[in-house]
């Protein structure tokens, strides 16, 4: 990368810690390490980052709690490191609104490929102002798609972040408006994204999405569930206050 990134790395292992450590400091990348929640809050407070490289299973708060709660006020890329290979583990992963997440054991080199990939779109997201952006891309009535910076804008001024996936299937779906799509057309358009997809992975996305645009879960007016089909974007859809 043409200048160096910076990386916190938190696990409660010390082997594996140090393990990633070296590797990236070898790659030239700026790296942090915590064994706790706790410890990572407090550089994550004091410092800025561009990549978190996160175990789940830390002492007291867990690694899922700490993804939560750093997405809700920050565009951090998360790669979450399980020592599971747990399908169920990932999804709520990506619920909490991680970019990727890797198995232990795992290889160093493929860390380091995702861990380039992602902090080039946090970088991308990041660039642009938003004073100086392109316009916006409507998505609803009161709702823009600015894709420069993966954000979402509401007449209310309020600016939304979206995740990588969150953003790939809002692109899909407005390349698509008023077509029925199903969970496997879906899934082709986000084919690129690092995770192990599932018909599952569409359902999240799409829940978090809604939440996102303001679309009302129990009656969603925006993206529709066609009950054995998938899913309709409607475009013209009116948001609620």
């Excluded at 992963?93 to 232990?104: F, I, N, P, Q, T």
């Excluded at 979402?152 to 309020?158: I, S, Y």
């Amino acid at each position: 990368m043409s200048d160096s990134a910076k990386v916190l790395v938190v696990d409660d292992d010390a082997v594996t810690r140090g393990c990633l450590l070296n590797y990236l400091v070898a790659e030239n990348y700026d790296v942090r390490e915590a064994a706790t929640a706790e410890e990572a809050e407090r550089l994550l407070d004091g410092e800025e980052f561009e990549l978190l490289l996160l175990d789940i299973r830390l002492p007291r708060k867990d690694g899922l709690t700490l993804t939560r709660e750093l997405r809700a006020r920050s565009d951090i890329g998360i790669i979450l490191v399980s020592g599971r290979q747990d399908e169920v583990e990932r999804i709520i992963g990506l619920e909490c609104g991680a970019d990727d997440y890797v198995s232990k054991p795992f290889n160093t080199r493929e860390i380091l490929a995702r861990a380039k990939n992602l902090i080039r779109r946090v970088r991308q997201a990041g660039a642009a102002s938003p004073a100086a952006g392109p316009a916006a891309v409507p998505v609803c009535e009161g709702c823009a798609l600015y894709e420069d910076r993966r954000q979402l804008g509401h007449a209310d001024g309020e600016v939304t972040a979206l995740t990588e996936g969150e953003f790939q299937l809002l692109r899909a779906f407005l390349s698509h408006p008023g077509q029925t799509m199903s969970r496997d057309a879906l899934l082709d358009q986000i084919r690129n994204r690092e995770w192990v997809p599932s018909d599952r992975t569409v359902d999240v996305l799409v829940g978090r999405l809604r939440r996102k645009l303001r679309d009302d879960a129990a009656n969603p007016k925006i993206i529709l569930t066609v009950h054995g089909a998938g899913y309709r974007f409607s475009p013209t859809a009116r948001l609620r206050a």
